[in-house]
């Protein structure tokens, strides 16, 4: 196929999608990464599509007011992947041994499980995704989320079962964070946070800062319930201040050297 053929065929793609990853078009059209990032800086160029990161994204209305959309587990998870996992190390120093966690669902929270996998700490979790690798890997003490399987976005949940756990860290992530808090798209998300976020002492927010961009449809819980945001250095002056001013505690991921 020509370099024109599949730029074409990478649009016609995001007619029906707000966002496509460089893995999902790989698989696609066959060809290789560089490829894609190559078609992908030349529909930029053209202004038929927006480049962002790991992938590229639609211009259509909702895109252009910035309003998100809830993008699948499997898509998200190739986003910002470096600074996700300097963010979960971090994150990761905030648990002592003995502690009681719950880690919610979503990417940054799978790679803060992988990190947690061989303490000893008891862990509580909704994730599949990460309840799956913990089986297979992990050392700590798992308690899975009861009730049905909901495999988009990759959490189990129940409507009626209460949560028999306590902690003294309750780990989020979030689609998008504002003066209004955080942000997500899936109803299950937000239900999920809402209900969970009564059985810990403190919630950690764990997001890379380009979530301070997105403006997800829905709040899952004000800034003024948020303990701790654990972000990287991209973070700008005036969000920061933002949400000191609002109570919660900034912790920075560095962008270079190890986090123990």
């Given at each position: 196929?020509?370099?024109?053929?599949?730029?074409?065929?990478?649009?016609e793609l995001l007619r029906d999608r707000p966002f496509a990853s460089v893995r999902e078009l790989q698989e696609r059209l066959g060809v290789s990464a560089a490829t894609v990032r190559r078609d992908i800086d030349k529909i930029d160029e053209a202004g038929a599509a927006r480049k962002v990161?790991?992938?590229?994204?639609?211009?259509?209305?909702?895109?252009?007011?910035?309003?998100?959309?809830?993008?699948?587990?499997?898509?998200?998870?190739?986003?910002?992947?470096?600074?996700?996992?300097?963010?979960?190390?971090?994150?990761?120093?905030?648990?002592?041994?003995?502690?009681?966690?719950?880690?919610?669902?979503?990417?940054?929270?799978?790679?803060?499980?992988?990190?947690?996998?061989?303490?000893?700490?008891?862990?509580?979790?909704?994730?599949?995704?990460?309840?799956?690798?913990?089986?297979?890997?992990?050392?700590?003490?798992?308690?899975?989320?009861?009730?049905?399987?909901?495999?988009?976005?990759?959490?189990?949940?129940?409507?009626?079962?209460?949560?028999?756990?306590?902690?003294?860290?309750?780990?989020?992530?979030?689609?998008?964070?504002?003066?209004?808090?955080?942000?997500?798209?899936?109803?299950?998300?937000?239900?999920?946070?809402?209900?969970?976020?009564?059985?810990?002492?403190?919630?950690?927010?764990?997001?890379?800062?380009?979530?301070?961009?997105?403006?997800?449809?829905?709040?899952?819980?004000?800034?003024?319930?948020?303990?701790?945001?654990?972000?990287?250095?991209?973070?700008?002056?005036?969000?920061?201040?933002?949400?000191?001013?609002?109570?919660?505690?900034?912790?920075?991921?560095?962008?270079?050297?190890?986090?123990?």
């Amino acid at each position: 196929m020509s370099d024109s053929g599949r730029q074409r065929q990478i649009v016609e793609l995001l007619r029906d999608r707000p966002f496509a990853s460089v893995r999902e078009l790989q698989e696609r059209l066959g060809v290789s990464a560089a490829t894609v990032r190559r078609d992908i800086d030349k529909i930029d160029e053209a202004g038929a599509a927006r480049k962002v990161y790991g992938g590229i994204s639609a211009l259509d209305g909702a895109a252009q007011a910035g309003v998100a959309y809830a993008r699948p587990y499997d898509e998200n998870r190739d986003l910002a992947v470096e600074a996700k996992r300097r963010i979960a190390a971090l994150a990761a120093t905030m648990v002592g041994d003995g502690d009681a966690v719950i880690v919610h669902g979503g990417s940054t929270c799978f790679h803060l499980g992988v990190r947690l996998a061989d303490r000893n700490i008891r862990l509580y979790t909704n994730s599949m995704p990460l309840a799956a690798y913990l089986s297979d890997h992990g050392h700590c003490s798992l308690t899975v989320a009861g009730g049905d399987l909901h495999r988009e976005p990759g959490i189990i949940h129940s409507l009626t079962q209460a949560v028999p756990f306590y902690a003294s860290k309750f780990f989020i992530g979030a689609q998008g964070l504002s003066q209004e808090g955080v942000l997500e798209s899936h109803p299950l998300l937000v239900r999920s946070i809402i209900d969970l976020s009564p059985c810990a002492d403190q919630i950690v927010v764990l997001a890379d800062s380009r979530k301070l961009s997105i403006h997800a449809r829905n709040v899952a819980l004000p800034l003024s319930r948020i303990g701790t945001l654990v972000t990287d250095d991209g973070l700008s002056d005036a969000d920061a201040r933002m949400l000191e001013d609002a109570g919660v505690t900034v912790r920075i991921a560095p962008s270079s050297g190890a986090i123990q």
